[in-house]
């Protein structure tokens, strides 16, 4: 478990990532998208999550420079969509993200969605990719187990992360379990079900103990639970409240309360429909 903004998570081959970083999915690309990720990294984050589905990853670049903070303290994040796979097509969306973001390389690059007939060829083009050191690490997006499962039959590199919708609705435990048995970590995409979750009684009711917000029980629940969590918010004072959560702790019974709260309903699309 993380103590701190900061504080990382080392994967599977020995990278060191930030166990909370900032999500800009939905996130108007330029001045908004710049904003925001400068406003998160001068507060203290240290990794953000794009990919190139979002078109904000020139407005992400920007905001990371004029964040001032070192490159090799933030750790970035980008994503492969649907239409670019394919073993040249991913080399070259990979190339383009590159591009827009304004950087060298790249901390971790996902396959977005597992889409059938391509993700293997796919996940061989991410391989070469990690093999010449242009990215630290390589993962996964909303992949199910059987998809992790085909994955992991025949490549030479295992996903370091597996990106996947993960709340207190969605908790997907026979996933999480299948992941931590084989050290892949779990990070959650949309903590927070784009709001639906913050007014639910049994987690208002915690946060009213610990005089925090729902969003910041929820997220205290990820971190206990040890998930990568990535919140979105282009608010500063969303941001920065979303990231204090270091100065309290869930006991077991809440946490296994929130656990509870299950009850398998998405926010956003399911893996297995997810082709194009």
């Given at each position: 478990m993380i103590n701190n903004l900061q504080d990382t998570v080392t994967l599977n081959n020995g990278v060191k990532m930030p166990g909370f970083g900032l999500g800009v999915y939905k996130v108007d690309d330029g001045e908004v998208a710049t904003k925001a990720v400068?406003?998160?990294?001068?507060?203290?984050?240290?990794?953000?999550?794009?990919?190139?589905?979002?078109d904000n990853e020139t407005g992400v670049g920007e905001g990371i420079r004029q964040s001032g903070i070192p490159r090799e303290e933030i750790f970035v994040t980008s994503k492969v969509w649907n239409d670019e796979?394919?073993?040249?097509?991913?080399?070259?969306?990979?190339?383009?993200?590159?591009?827009?973001?304004?950087?060298?390389?790249?901390?971790?690059?996902?396959i977005h969605w597992p889409v059938?007939?391509?993700?293997?060829?796919?996940?061989?083009?991410?391989?070469?990719?990690?093999?010449?050191?242009?990215?630290?690490?390589?993962?996964?997006?909303?992949?199910?187990?059987?998809?992790?499962?085909?994955?992991?039959?025949?490549?030479?590199?295992?996903?370091?992360?597996?990106?996947?919708?993960?709340?207190?609705?969605?908790?997907?435990?026979?996933l999480k379990s299948f992941c931590e048995d084989r050290s892949i970590e779990l990070e959650a995409w949309s903590p927070l079900k784009r709001g639906g979750l913050l007014d639910e009684p049994t987690i208002v009711k915690i946060a009213e103990k610990y005089k925090k917000s729902a969003a910041q029980v929820i997220l205290r629940w990820d971190i206990q639970t040890n998930v990568i969590t990535i919140p979105k918010?282009?608010?500063?004072?969303?941001?920065?409240?979303?990231?204090?959560?270091?100065?309290?702790?869930?006991?077991?019974?809440?946490?296994?309360?929130?656990?509870?709260?299950?009850?398998?309903?998405?926010?956003?699309?399911?893996?297995?429909n997810m082709d194009t």
């Amino acid at each position: 478990m993380i103590n701190n903004l900061q504080d990382t998570v080392t994967l599977n081959n020995g990278v060191k990532m930030p166990g909370f970083g900032l999500g800009v999915y939905k996130v108007d690309d330029g001045e908004v998208a710049t904003k925001a990720v400068k406003t998160a990294l001068t507060h203290g984050y240290r990794s953000i999550d794009t990919a190139s589905f979002y078109d904000n990853e020139t407005g992400v670049g920007e905001g990371i420079r004029q964040s001032g903070i070192p490159r090799e303290e933030i750790f970035v994040t980008s994503k492969v969509w649907n239409d670019e796979q394919g073993y040249d097509n991913t080399l070259k969306a990979f190339e383009s993200s590159l591009e827009k973001l304004g950087l060298d390389y790249l901390d971790l690059y996902l396959i977005h969605w597992p889409v059938s007939g391509k993700f293997k060829d796919t996940w061989k083009a991410l391989e070469k990719l990690y093999a010449e050191g242009k990215v630290r690490a390589i993962g996964v997006s909303n992949f199910h187990v059987q998809h992790l499962e085909s994955l992991l039959a025949d490549c030479d590199v295992k996903p370091a992360i597996n990106q996947v919708e993960h709340h207190p609705h969605l908790t997907q435990p026979e996933l999480k379990s299948f992941c931590e048995d084989r050290s892949i970590e779990l990070e959650a995409w949309s903590p927070l079900k784009r709001g639906g979750l913050l007014d639910e009684p049994t987690i208002v009711k915690i946060a009213e103990k610990y005089k925090k917000s729902a969003a910041q029980v929820i997220l205290r629940w990820d971190i206990q639970t040890n998930v990568i969590t990535i919140p979105k918010s282009v608010k500063e004072h969303r941001i920065i409240e979303n990231a204090n959560i270091f100065d309290f702790e869930l006991k077991d019974e809440e946490v296994e309360k929130i656990s509870g709260l299950n009850i398998n309903d998405r926010s956003g699309g399911n893996p297995d429909n997810m082709d194009t």
